[in-house]
């Protein structure tokens, strides 16, 4: 049976809904428009007015904000409320670029961890959980985002960080943990670790994760499935509309319910800006149509994916995202073909090697190279270099026929690249680092 954390918001009528993001949004962009100069004047060089915009229709109408506006108007320009009402920061992890700083009232924070309760209690949690949090504590927004969710569901909440893998089991041992949460490249490591210690999923109480902030493919989950004997959840979010828990999955698996009702989602072509009809893949844009200190409107996350109205299994009629396919940064385009790092990982587990690899792009005498480093399980170590070639070539052969283009595959010994704990770097694109 499925459960919901507020019924009468995820199973809204489409009217009603519609109704609640009209009003909400008239009074965010008032609120934008009075309270923060940056977009005042951004919305006056548009030349649109706050009247301008009477529902969400009208929504196409406002300005994009995007990643340069953040840094931009770093770190003050775009807060809407006094700092005197704020009582938090978080930050991205920085990966390109100058950190952006995103503020919280504490409405803005019960909001955001009411949306995560929705996610751990369609992920089966309930008051009678043990849930631990894996995903790191600090800045990052994963950490604080899911243990504020935890406790307003009313799990036990073991806020462990990541981390100290062995330790991190022998709690969730010790303790019965029933939900973990964390990142999906170090689920896979303590799934590993687990099968290291000598455990099995048995001796574990797990039933359910909750994984994100990073992409992952459906190979990916079933493979941690299995490690940790669980069921794998997926979970997104962004600092820049709060964190984790913007849209969550349910027990259908088929993309993520968007809380509609605090974050009206857009897919624009990433290059003209004009909005995509429902089912078409494109940039995803959000407007927080509930926030108070942070209140982006109309933010591009260069997350590329697609929306579905269609009716879910679950109940619930908030709108679905697919699992984002990758940033649109993370897009490497080799030899003129866009090559995206989740298909790598769909070849390498579909043919029995572990998620550990990493992928270098460089550019040789002005033609690109690809090579990926793939770790062998030590079943499939052999010292036989005839066997290990053809190994590699079955490999790079497979790869070719997902990807289009020849890679070099190196397959490299058992434990040889080093494990993530938090999000995962997998590229190393040499050709920006000689640009
Ligand atoms: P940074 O931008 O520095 O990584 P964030 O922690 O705010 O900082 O990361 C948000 C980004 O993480 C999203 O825009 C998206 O690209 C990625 N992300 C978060 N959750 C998921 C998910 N479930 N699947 C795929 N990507 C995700
Ligand atoms: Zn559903």
């Known amino acids: 049976m499925e459960k919901y954390w507020n019924p009468e918001i995820e199973c809204m009528s489409r009217e009603d809904m519609k109704k609640l993001q009209d009003e909400r949004l008239v009074a965010q962009v008032k609120h934008v428009y009075d309270n923060v100069k940056y977009y005042r004047d951004l919305m006056d060089k548009k030349g649109v007015k706050p009247e301008d915009i009477k529902d969400t229709e009208d929504l196409h109408k406002l300005p994009f904000l995007s990643k340069a506006d953040l840094r931009d108007a770093y770190p003050y320009g775009l807060l809407a409320k006094p700092l005197s009402d704020c009582v938090r920061i978080h930050s991205t992890s920085g990966t390109t670029g100058k950190r952006v700083v995103a503020f919280y009232t504490q409405n803005d924070i019960d909001m955001w961890d009411n949306c995560v309760a929705r996610a751990i209690t369609a992920a089966g949690g309930t008051k009678d959980d043990v849930c631990q949090i894996a995903y790191g504590f600090g800045l990052f927004t994963g950490g604080a985002g899911l243990n504020g969710g935890s406790h307003k569901v009313g799990c036990l909440t073991v806020p462990m960080s990541s981390g100290n893998t062995d330790r991190q089991i022998t709690f969730m041992q010790d303790l019965g943990a029933t939900i973990l949460c964390c990142t999906p490249s170090y689920a896979a490591y303590i799934g590993e670790t687990v099968h290291e210690m000598g455990l099995t999923p048995d001796d574990l109480k797990l039933k359910a994760g909750i994984f994100g902030a990073e992409p992952w493919t459906e190979e990916m989950r079933r493979s941690i499935e299995k490690s940790l004997g669980l069921k794998a959840y997926d979970i997104y979010g962004l600092t820049e509309t709060s964190g984790p828990g913007v849209a969550f999955e349910c027990s259908e698996q088929t993309g993520m319910h968007i809380n509609e009702d605090n974050f009206i989602p857009e897919i624009i072509d990433p290059e003209t800006g004009e909005v995509l009809p429902e089912g078409e893949v494109g940039e995803l844009v959000f407007t927080s149509i509930t926030k108070e200190a942070f209140p982006l409107l109309r933010y591009r996350t260069r997350d590329l994916c697609v929306l579905s109205r269609k009716k879910c299994s679950c109940g619930r009629t908030l709108i679905k995202m697919a699992k984002p396919m990758g940033r649109s940064d ?106």
Do not use: C, W
């Open 330 to 435: 993370d897009m490497m385009i080799i030899r003129g073909v866009n090559v995206f790092p989740s298909q790598i990982e769909t070849v390498l587990i579909e043919q029995g090697y572990s998620p550990n690899y990493i992928i270098e792009v460089d550019r040789v005498n002005n033609s690109d190279t690809l090579d990926i480093s793939v770790e062998m399980n030590p079943e499939q170590f052999s010292d036989k270099v005839k066997d290990m070639q053809k190994q590699e070539r079955a490999l790079a052969d497979a790869m070719k026929l997902m990807i289009g283009i020849n890679p070099k595959v190196h397959l490299v010994s058992p434990k040889s690249i080093t494990r993530s704990e938090g999000k995962a770097v997998r590229v190393i694109d040499k050709r920006k680092l000689h640009d």
